[in-house]
Structure formats: C-alpha cells, structure tokens
T-cell receptor, first 116, second 113 residues
Framework: EAGVTQFPSHSVIEKGQTVTLRCDPI?????LYWYRRVMGKEIKFLLH????????ESGMPNNRFLAERTGGTYSTLKVQPAELEDSGVYFC??????????????FGPGTRLTVL | DQQVKQNSPSLSVQEGRISILNCDYT??????FLWYKKYPAEGPTFLIS?????DKNEDGRFTVFLNKSAKHLSLHIVPSQPGDSAVYFC????????????FGQGTILTVHP
C-alpha cells in the first residue's frame, strides 16, 4: 500500500512568488491534514479536510494560504505571494477513521519550502 | 500559547539502557495523547498512544505513562537501540475533532552503541 506522497520534496522561491504544494493521501482516507514545522520548532496544524470539505482551517496563518481538495482525493496548498516567514517544512497527513483513531495519522515526507 | 511542552531538546542514552522522554500539557480538556517518531527527511510516524482513562499503555519496548493530576506523560523505551535514534514528538488532539493535533517541540534521542 502506497503511503502519503508529497510533491515537490523541496522548493526554493523568491519572496513575492507563488508556490503550490501537492499531497496525495493514502487511498481511501477521507481525512487529510496539513501541518507546518518552522525552524526545528513544533509541528503546527494548518487545516483538516474531510473528503472535499474543510473541517477545520483554524491554523491557516493568513489569506495568502489557500488549500483545496477537489473531488476529495489529492490536495494542494498554494502560497501567494510567499513571504520569508513562510519558509519551513510542510507536512501532509491522512487518516481513515474518526474519533480517537483520526489522531493516528500517516504523514508524508514533507515539502521543504525556502523563501529567499 | 504552548499547550504541549517537551522541555528537553535532546537526550543521549547508551544502547541497552532505558530512554525516558517527557511531555507536559496545560489543556485539561485533552483526553488522548500520542507519541510520534521522526527520522531525518521523513515525516513523523505514529508510535504509541494513551487514553486519559488509562495511566499506562505498553507496546513491546515502548511504554507510555500518563499522570493526569500532574498533566504529565512520559515515553519509556527499554532497552534502547541505536535504531531508536530520532526526534520524538508528544501530541494531543483537540479542536472540533480528534484530527487537529497539537505537537510539542520534539526531543532528539541519540542512542549510542
């Protein structure tokens, strides 16, 4: 069974440019999450999709970030325009169940975003 | 507002000995806790969890202890192996669903042969 995949693995862009990150969850997982880790600190929640609907987007930093999950399969996270403080590792995760088991999430390898 | 805290950035242990990783939390509404392990250039991997109705959960070499009155949990690894060297994150779900995880800062565990 394929795990969670993310593309690209690394992206270097200039301040003001646009970047789109992609996540493919484990097949059949309705729950999809985005997290971010900045400068080796804690991993912070960004948002949660259930199928194609946004269940919780309380962690999205500002309106420069836009997440979509058309058709309830893969998801994209667009940052436009990118700022220096957006640099970090963006993780995507998925889970199949609800309740406690929604916490036992499968993470992708992350996309390392560097904004210069 | 750091609701989950891991105050030890790093821990070094000899192979075969016990590793104890600690985690404190401030939100008394948390009722489920998890530990994730992360190797370099990989995403976190779920390791073990515990519900607040228990004070201990064991899975092979890994045991998690929960002290609700102290709002403290710990992960014990016995015996430690070099392959256990990784970053360990404590996490708790909250918000509108159990999907929103709040993570600690992580503890880098190094197990020396």
């Amino acid at each position: 069974e394929a795990g969670v995949t993310q593309f690209p693995s690394h992206s270097v862009i200039e301040k003001g440019q646009t970047v789109t990150l992609r996540c493919d969850p484990i097949s059949g997982h309705d729950n999809l999450y985005w997290y971010r880790r900045v400068m080796g600190k804690e991993i912070k929640f960004l948002l949660h999709f259930v199928k194609e609907s946004k269940q919780d987007e309380s962690g999205m930093p500002n309106n420069r970030f836009l997440a979509e999950r058309t058709g309830g399969t893969y998801s994209t996270l667009k940052v436009q325009p990118a700022e220096l403080e957006d640099s970090g590792v963006y993780f995507c995760a998925s889970s199949q169940d609800s309740g406690f088991y929604a916490s036992e999430q499968f993470f992708g390898p992350g996309t390392r975003l560097t904004v210069l | 507002d750091q609701q989950v805290k891991q105050n030890s950035p790093s821990l070094s242990v000899q192979e075969g000995r016990i590793s104890i990783l600690n985690c404190d939390y401030t939100n008394s509404m948390f009722d489920y806790f998890l530990w994730y392990k992360k190797y370099p250039a990989e995403g976190p991997t779920f390791l073990i969890s515990i519900s607040s109705i228990k004070d201990k959960n064991e899975d092979g070499r890994f045991t998690v202890f929960l002290n609700k009155s102290a709002k403290h949990l710990s992960l014990h690894i016995v015996p430690s192996q070099p392959g256990d060297s990784a970053v360990y994150f404590c996490a708790a779900p909250g918000g509108t669903s159990y999907g929103k995880l709040t993570f600690g800062q992580g503890t880098i565990l190094t197990v020396h042969p």
